[in-house]
């Protein structure tokens, strides 16, 4: 399942503060007339370990408990192995449940304290689950959340889907003056006119200085600038966190139905932070 990378380089990279200028995928070589503004890999997590073990506790923290997170969702977030887990095969798996006596269990895994990105390319390879209710998500927080709050912190939201959409993903950035329902945001077709759930795809931020622009499988959908959120703050010329998780219900998404099957998985292969040479 993709290029398995030192899985430890996630660890010890001070992100914050480079920018970055120009980007390339994983898998390329540069020769030698690109080679001094090839892409540099900072930080891969591929995932690796035994089935059923924890993801590497050194980069991963969880979000813990119930209460809608703002959004009236349904589930509780855990951090055991039930709701995320490695799967042996190079993948961090996170499981939505539904539990015996008809409550909602998943989790949300988050990089805060651990180590933050400023500007760069920001992907990861994920299989989303499906399911009307169900709401899959790859985003970031600004990491001052602590001292100014949301949204002043700001939120770059890489990936997220809801289950009743099962063709489009979306991307949205939001901050004083354009969050919840106001935030600035698009959305992408899968050309294939299949589900995105039917198979992984690499969603992805390229994020400079004053823009973001959101990708699918290296294919740019939106930049949003400076420009766009007019007299309102621009928030995003700082250092952000990443959040993977799986919510169950919500406004946005609205309930499971009698539709909706559970188990449901997030399938993360991997997750990459480049920047220019």
Not at 52 to 79: C, F, H, K, V
Request: proline residues 6%.
């Amino acid at each position: 399942m993709g290029e398995h990378l030192d899985r430890r380089r996630f660890m010890a990279l001070g992100l914050a503060g480079a920018a970055a200028t120009a980007f390339g995928t994983a898998a390329s070589v540069p020769d030698q007339a690109d080679a001094a503004t090839a892409p540099v890999l900072l930080a891969a997590d591929e995932f690796d370990g035994p089935a059923g073990s924890a993801p590497n506790p050194a980069i991963w923290r969880y979000d813990l408990g119930a209460g809608g997170w703002g959004n009236a969702e349904l589930q509780t977030y855990t951090d055991t192995r039930r709701n995320s887990a490695l799967d042996g095969a190079g993948n961090l798996v996170i499981t939505a449940r539904r539990e015996a006596d008809g409550s909602y269990t998943s989790a949300r895994l988050k990089t805060e304290g651990t180590y933050t990105a400023q500007y760069g390319r920001i992907e990861a390879r994920i299989r989303i689950p499906r399911g009307q209710g169900i709401w899959p998500a790859f985003w970031m927080l600004g990491a001052d959340i602590g001292q100014v709050g949301w949204p002043a912190c700001g939120e770059i939201d890489v990936m997220e889907n809801v289950g009743y959409e099962p063709t489009l993903v979306h991307g949205t950035v939001h901050g004083p003056g354009y969050s919840g329902a106001q935030g600035i945001s698009s959305t992408r077709q899968n050309p294939s006119g299949a589900p995105f759930a039917d198979d992984f795809h690499v969603y992805g931020v390229d994020w400079r200085p004053g823009s973001v622009t959101w990708t699918v499988d290296g294919v740019a959908y939106r930049t949003v600038t400076r420009a766009d959120v007019g007299s309102n703050p621009w928030v995003f010329d700082k250092p952000f966190f990443v959040i993977l998780n799986v919510a169950v219900g919500g406004t946005w998404p609205g309930s499971p139905d009698a539709s909706t099957s559970f188990p449901q998985q997030m399938t993360i292969d991997w997750l990459r932070v480049f920047q220019s040479a």
